[in-house]
């Protein structure tokens, strides 16, 4: 074997699991699918903030199935766990749906389309009655844009009957302090 210049500590070299909760974050993803009811679904990446490097959180175990509690330090403090290795780390929004045409008993099925991206800054315009006109929301409008991102188990069953989970972006509350993230061009060699 040749020599090469790393290590692996079986014992202090793990990965670390994503802890769910609320991070800083900006937009840096976009998908829209059409439905063929007319409606379409929109997937949105968040990349967590280097704002995340100044985060921590009491360390928690579980003492039964129903009951966890906080580890306590010799000095009768919580422990606690930096969560700086979440900024960077990147996740996708548990699909936000637009249905159009809805009549006004139903028209409630666009709430979470209305909210999710009003708490990003979007500001769809409104009648006289105050009634929001929705607009369909494209990849310029919101690419860099602050968002407080809960980020949370996502349970899901597939095609196959299998029962997986996955972290997603669940809602998302304004970032007051946030700014946009401008987006970095990139050279193409061509």
């Not at 996740?91 to 990003?120: C, D, H, I």
């Amino acid at each position: 074997m040749k020599e090469f210049d790393a290590t692996f500590d079986s014992v202090n070299d793990q990965p670390k699991k994503p802890v769910p909760g609320k991070y800083p974050s900006h937009v840096s993803g976009f998908e829209a699918v059409s439905l063929r009811s007319g409606g379409k679904v929109f997937n949105v990446d968040f990349t967590l903030a280097d704002e995340c490097k100044n985060m921590s959180r009491e360390v928690t175990m579980q003492l039964s199935e129903n009951v966890s509690g906080t580890v306590i330090e010799d000095d009768y403090k919580p422990k606690t766990e930096s969560l700086a290795f979440m900024a960077g780390k990147q996740y996708r929004s548990a699909g936000v749906f637009l249905t159009p045409n809805l009549p006004q008993s139903e028209r409630w099925k666009n709430k979470k389309y209305n909210e999710f991206f009003t708490n990003m800054g979007v500001k769809f315009p409104a009648d006289e009655k105050g009634i929001v006109k929705l607009q369909e929301i494209e990849e310029e409008d919101i690419i860099g844009l602050p968002a407080i991102a809960d980020i949370q188990v996502y349970k899901y069953t597939t095609k196959e009957g299998e029962e997986r989970t996955s972290m997603r972006v669940m809602n998302v509350f304004p970032w007051d302090d946030g700014t946009r993230k401008e987006q970095k061009e990139v050279d193409v060699p061509f």
